[in-house]
């Protein structure tokens, strides 16, 4: 094998601090639009903050008018729905985001699906999607989160479930990336603990994932025309994911238990810098777990979330597995693993066995902020196993980025050790 030589990196310009929502006006019009599509979801909509983001670009003449139609934890029906409705509306010159991760994610579909009218599995990942890439480039679009978790502002990834297939999965191109990403922590001053821990662990394992990802050198050679979004562990993506580990130590629980700004402002920062890190490394065994856990939901209704139908927010999902799937990978990247434990938990004690390091951090803090405890505590038994592989093992595009590529036996024992993780 020749090894690899090139990594790849890139991250959305930022705009950061309380009140830089209400400067999107003067940002957007240096684009030289004049009308815009606001998406966003119910409940954000009932905040105000998309009304503020629409007056701040009538200050600058552009017309916008608001779609609040997004679902939360999109499917591909409800990406549908938005790219419908942006086709028969439009055409818009670009698109301005403010939500979640769900938001910003449906935000980007629309945006290639308008520009370049077709289906989405045309540009699904394979093995389930056709896995084309966008011909060209695509509207400006502006991403407003309103939730500490996703980092999707700067990334170039959307996530949706396929209710066919009872399975999530994505699209990925770096012509997906937001053109800018307006970050103001003052937006989320008054989520629910609950919605605040689950998207912590969002970052978290976006930032524990992409620090522990295989190594970008380990990979075969790739020609230009093969280099795909996530290329692996990298130093610049390294230096974002243990910045964000590092405020996830010192502010975590104290945004879920208080919501103090300052907490909320580290957290905002915690999210984007560990976009930052993902978006390019990759993610692996927690993300591709979560896929088939969220998609596959009985009847879990979480607190803080809408409770018209049951759901596994992304956040919970990727965590419930993460402290199995560490253990599994400690043996790829021992020392990455360690750095990890130490950056989150910088004031616990050795462990007898460094691979415990990691999980025990995870455990402990998870019980802290009330995650549930493991796949069991969002309805799953030992029984669902089975059902649930296939749905990780699609995810071929982040089980390639680990250090310790896993089987089906392997995801298998992965699960099952995660009925209950304490």
């Known amino acids: 094998m020749t090894r690899e030589s090139v990594f790849t990196w890139g991250a959305a310009p930022l705009k950061v601090g309380a009140g830089a929502v209400d400067e999107i006006g003067f940002d957007v019009a240096q684009y030289g639009v004049s009308r815009v599509l606001v998406l966003t979801d119910p409940r954000v909509a009932e905040t105000g903050v998309p009304h503020r983001v629409v007056e701040s670009l009538a200050r600058y003449g552009v017309e916008a008018r608001v779609y609040d139609g997004v679902h939360v934890e999109p499917t591909d029906a409800s990406m549908e729905d938005a790219i419908a409705y942006a086709a028969q509306e439009g055409p818009w010159d670009a698109f301005v985001a403010v939500g979640g991760g769900s938001t910003i994610d449906t935000a980007k579909a629309v945006n290639l699906l308008t520009t370049y009218p077709g289906e989405l599995m045309d540009y699904l990942n394979a093995?389930?999607?056709?896995?084309?890439?966008?011909?060209?480039?695509?509207?400006?679009?502006?991403?407003?989160?309103?939730t500490a978790g996703t980092g999707a502002e700067s990334t170039n990834v959307c996530i949706m479930d396929v209710l066919s297939l009872k399975v999530k999965t994505g699209i990925s191109h770096w012509r997906m990336r937001p053109t800018m990403a307006i970050v103001d922590p003052?937006?989320?001053?008054?989520?629910?603990?609950?919605?605040?821990?689950?998207?912590?662990?969002?970052?978290?394992?976006?930032?524990?994932e992409s620090y522990t990802a295989?190594?970008?050198?380990?990979?075969?050679?790739?020609?230009?025309?093969?280099?795909?979004?996530?290329?692996?562990?990298?130093?610049?993506?390294?230096?974002?994911?243990?910045?964000?580990?590092?405020?996830?130590?010192?502010?975590?629980?104290?945004?879920?238990?208080?919501?103090?700004?300052?907490?909320?402002?580290?957290?905002?920062?915690?999210?984007?810098?560990?976009?930052?890190?993902?978006?390019?490394?990759?993610?692996?065994?927690?993300?591709?777990?979560?896929y088939p856990i969220a998609g596959m939901v009985k009847d879990y209704h979480p607190a803080g979330y809408p409770q018209e139908e049951p759901m596994v927010p992304h956040g919970i999902s990727v965590s419930l597995t993460a402290p199995e799937a560490f253990r599994f990978t400690f043996e790829g990247a021992p020392e990455r693993h360690l750095t990890v434990a130490r950056l989150l938990a910088p004031d616990a004690s050795p462990t007898p066995d460094p691979r415990e390091q990691l999980p025990a951090a995870l455990i402990d803090l998870m019980r802290d902020i009330g995650i549930p405890n493991g796949i069991g505590g969002v309805g799953y038994t030992e029984a669902d196993v089975p059902d649930l592989v296939p749905g990780t093992m699609k995810q071929q595009r982040l089980l390639s980025t680990c250090s310790r590529v896993p089987t089906e036996e392997d995801v298998a024992g992965i699960l099952t050790r995660s009925i209950q993780n304490w």
């Open 186 to 208: 003052s937006v989320t001053l008054t989520l629910p603990a609950n919605v605040t821990a689950s998207a912590g662990m969002d970052i978290l394992c976006h930032a524990a």
């Open 127 to 146: 093995p389930i999607g056709r896995a084309q890439v966008p011909p060209g480039p695509l509207q400006p679009l502006f991403a407003v989160p309103t």
């Open 214 to 290: 295989r190594w970008y050198e380990d990979f075969e050679r790739k020609t230009p025309e093969q280099r795909v979004t996530y290329c692996g562990s990298n130093p610049v993506s390294d230096m974002w994911a243990e910045k964000a580990l590092g405020l996830l130590a010192s502010s975590f629980r104290r945004a879920v238990r208080a919501g103090d700004a300052a907490a909320r402002a580290d957290m905002m920062l915690a999210a984007t810098f560990a976009g930052m890190g993902f978006g390019n490394a990759g993610v692996h065994i927690p993300h591709a777990n979560g």
